[in-house]
């Protein structure tokens, strides 16, 4: 379809559900943008972190999306990051003419500890390893080595999904959860247990409650009111597998991931905790007394930080919110902390979905804060002297000129059928391209 005549006022960078459901928002409203998606593909983590076993859900949410992009006023560009390491960033679509800007890119960085030993050969961060299994470019195409006995550092819902994927792989045997807090600490849903619960150790689980009842105690927790959740789902579930075996370790810190000399990982050291009450929870605190968790592979599933290549100003693992913002929402702030030092400048900035608070929740929580972005950047709009939009065909040109090999949405169902028509051939549900130049190439892009 041509572009010519098209113009954009608002763009957006990142095309998860967060800016998608923005750029919905915006363009229904009579606000046209250009949607600018480091992926190929739309979707986000909805697309490459929702675990691939859940269809239903990751296929409702594809057709949601398509028909999003479908909306007219929506100029999708796929293949086309922004930022400080590629060919256009921030300051330049700000140049172009751009009367606003949506950051709706996620939370593309990792959270590590610090440990000594995080290099070793064997230790990974969860998200390499769902980039991985949902075959997200580059990491699709990459191996990772595991090995018979993981430590999964970590209680929320993402190590749920790794336990899930390791029980899928034939080598591993035993699987260990670390998780620096009790077990009233724990951050998984309650329902993300059902795949994995078989596996669990029974007899093991109940002789780490017990290890752990006086310090839970200690802090007024009662320990059998939080076994419950587990021990009802594990009495429910018919599938009881102990290959491979999964375990939970309470009140330990990973300390120091130990390598002998060929760099492989031999085991995780871990300092025992107590925990100690605090304003709204409880902390962990370190006795001084260790233990030695005898693994070959570590994987770090303890969260994800904001991408600094943006050049926008950072406050601990998020970009720095402004507390006091100009078009608050619902009592939040979609903007960045005007006193921060950044790049691009920040006036016309905003932030929303997992860009805005880090690993914020589920799809819904990331769709409803991009349709509040949506409101807020229409209040800014009105606010501002009407000037020229951006207009689409010079922009494709220019994003063609350096050096971006763009995908638009005609492009997308080219896609769609050529991994359709594959999966065929193949006798097989679902096919997945693993690389950008075979997706490009079925496109006939490249
Ligand atoms: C392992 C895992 C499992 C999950 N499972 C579920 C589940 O089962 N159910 C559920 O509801 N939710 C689940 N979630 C949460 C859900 O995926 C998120 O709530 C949601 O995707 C966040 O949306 P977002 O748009 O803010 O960010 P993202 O989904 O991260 O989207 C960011 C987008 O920005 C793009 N981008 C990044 N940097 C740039 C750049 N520099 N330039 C241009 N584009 C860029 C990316 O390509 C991506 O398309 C899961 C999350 C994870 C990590």
């Not at 998606?37 to 972190?49: F, S, T, V």
């Not at 018919?238 to 990982?265: M, Q, T, Y």
């Not at 063609?400 to 006798?427: H, I």
Request: proline share 5%; hydrophobic share 40%; glycine share 10%.
């Amino acid at each position: 379809m041509s572009s010519a005549g098209k113009a954009a006022r608002v763009a957006i960078i990142g095309a998860g559900p967060a800016g998608l459901f923005a750029a919905k928002q915006l363009a229904e409203d009579g606000i046209e943008v250009a949607l600018f998606n480091r992926d190929i593909k739309p979707g986000g983590l909805a697309e490459y972190g929702i675990y691939p076993a859940k269809t239903k859900i990751k296929d409702g949410l594809r057709s949601q999306f398509r028909e999003i992009l479908k909306t007219p006023g929506i100029n999708y560009f796929g293949n086309t990051p922004i930022g400080k390491k590629f060919p256009l960033g921030l300051a330049d679509l700000k140049k172009m003419g751009f009367s606003a800007i949506l950051i709706a890119a996620g939370a593309q960085g990792t959270k590590w500890l610090g440990l000594p030993g995080e290099n070793c050969a064997g230790v990974y961060h969860a998200k390499e390893l769902v980039y991985h299994y949902n075959h997200l470019p580059p990491y699709a195409g990459q191996s990772f080595t595991i090995g018979k006995k993981v430590a999964v550092v970590g209680v929320g819902n993402v190590m749920t999904d790794i336990v899930r994927y390791l029980c899928t792989l034939p080598q591993v045997e035993e699987i260990t959860t670390v998780a620096r807090r009790g077990l009233a600490e724990v951050k998984f849903d309650r329902h993300e247990l059902e795949p994995i619960i078989g596996h669990l150790d029974w007899l093991d689980f109940q002789a780490e409650v017990e290890r752990i009842a006086p310090a839970m105690k200690a802090v007024g927790q009662e320990p059998n009111a939080h076994i419950q959740m587990i021990s009802e789902r594990y009495q429910k579930t018919a599938e009881k597998s102990a290959s491979p075996i999964w375990r939970l370790r309470f009140l330990s810190s990973p300390v120091k991931i130990l390598c002998p000399a060929d760099g492989k990982v031999w085991c995780l050291r871990t300092e025992e905790n107590e925990l100690e009450n605090i304003p709204g929870g409880v902390k962990a605190k370190g006795t001084g007394k260790f233990a030695e968790l005898d693994v070959d592979t570590v994987i770090f599933a303890i969260g994800d930080r904001v991408d600094d290549e943006l050049g926008l100003p950072i406050k601990g693992y998020g970009f720095a919110l402004n507390n006091q913002p100009r078009f608050p929402m619902n009592g939040s702030s979609f903007e960045l902390d005007e006193n921060a030092k950044s790049e691009a400048g920040l006036e016309g900035v905003f932030v929303c979905g997992w860009s805005r608070i880090v690993s914020a929740g589920m799809v819904g929580i990331a769709r409803k804060d991009g349709v509040n972005a949506a409101r807020v950047i229409q209040e800014y709009l009105a606010d501002q002297p009407e000037t020229a939009s951006v207009q689409i065909e010079p922009l494709e040109m220019k994003l063609q000129s350096s050096g971006y090999t763009c995908v638009t949405l005609e492009d997308l169902n080219r896609l769609e059928v050529a991994e359709k028509k594959q999966a065929e051939l193949m006798s097989q549900d679902q096919f997945f391209f693993d690389s950008n130049e075979e997706m490009l190439k079925s496109m006939g892009l490249v």
